[in-house]
């Protein structure tokens, strides 16, 4: 059993950045991968980026280059360094895990393990 505790949303101005973190409890976390989803109102979760557990990573096209996710291993960590925001970057972020996700596709379901989500706004 893997918990995921999102943080690091806020409101931000267009051009901005921010940092999101996502703390993960439980064993062998090392071997998951990790991807960072997006969500607005009546609209489906969406991939953001992915990074397996080799460090193999992966962007949806609308942030390459503005977003970098990252892991740290020792400490059970997950980053996504979102940079250039844009309005449109503005969504709950969901960070998720799963020890065979990769390649499967970008659809959530094929992650197990959920954070609560945290909200990011992009506005002047």
């Known amino acids: 059993q893997v918990q995921l505790v999102e943080s690091g949303g806020g409101l931000v101005q267009p051009g901005g950045s921010l940092r999101l973190s996502c703390a993960a409890s439980g064993s062998y976390f090392s071997i998951y991968d990790m991807g960072w989803y997006r969500q607005t109102p009546g609209k489906q979760r969406e991939l953001v980026a992915v990074i397996s557990a080799g460090y193999i990573t992966n962007y949806a096209d609308s942030v390459k280059g503005r977003f970098t996710i990252s892991r740290d291993n020792a400490k059970n960590m997950v980053y996504l360094q979102m940079n250039s925001l844009k309005p449109e970057d503005t969504a709950v972020y969901y960070c998720?895990?799963?020890?065979?996700?990769w390649g499967r596709g970008s659809s959530p379901k094929w992650f197990v393990y959920w954070g609560q989500g945290t909200q990011v706004t992009i506005s002047s």
């Open positions: 998720a895990g799963d020890s065979t996700a």
